[in-house]
């Protein structure tokens, strides 16, 4: 599977964005997907997973109530609508498809390249 995020970009304090992970090759209803972050300086940080039909979702802490992650497998493409926005969500942040929904990145085989969001205060 190759996955290619997009929907990154500047944006202030508050604001919202929706981040896409479309998929191509193998099929992409057969794998759960998650969603990572990484800051400079900081370690990759969970932040949210889906399961192969939708139908089970898991966010990390730090998204809890603000970041909503969806698929549509008819697209091959995950989302992640992230809503409040703050300076502390400012990283690169990148999908992958795994075996499982899980915040361990053990269970996850492929990676895309990441795509950068920045939050102005």
């Known amino acids: 599977v190759q996955l290619v995020e997009s929907g990154g970009g500047l944006v202030r304090a508050g604001d919202s964005l929706r981040l896409s992970c479309a998929a191509t090759?193998?099929?992409?209803?057969?794998?759960?997907v998650g969603w990572f972050r990484q800051a400079p300086g900081k370690e990759r940080q969970f932040v949210a997973s889906?399961?192969?039909?939708?139908?089970?979702?898991i966010v990390g802490d730090s998204a809890r109530g603000r970041f909503t992650i969806s698929r549509d497998n008819a697209k091959n493409t995950a989302y992640l609508q992230m809503n409040s926005l703050t300076p502390d969500d400012t990283a690169t942040y990148t999908c992958?498809?795994?075996?499982?929904?899980?915040?361990?990145?053990?269970?996850?085989?492929?990676w895309g390249p990441g795509t950068q969001v920045t939050v102005s205060s």
């Open positions: 889906i399961s192969r039909s939708g139908d089970k979702t």
């Open positions: 090759g193998r099929a992409f209803y057969a794998y759960a």
């Open positions: 992958a498809t795994g075996t499982i929904p899980s915040s361990q990145t053990q269970y996850y085989t492929f």
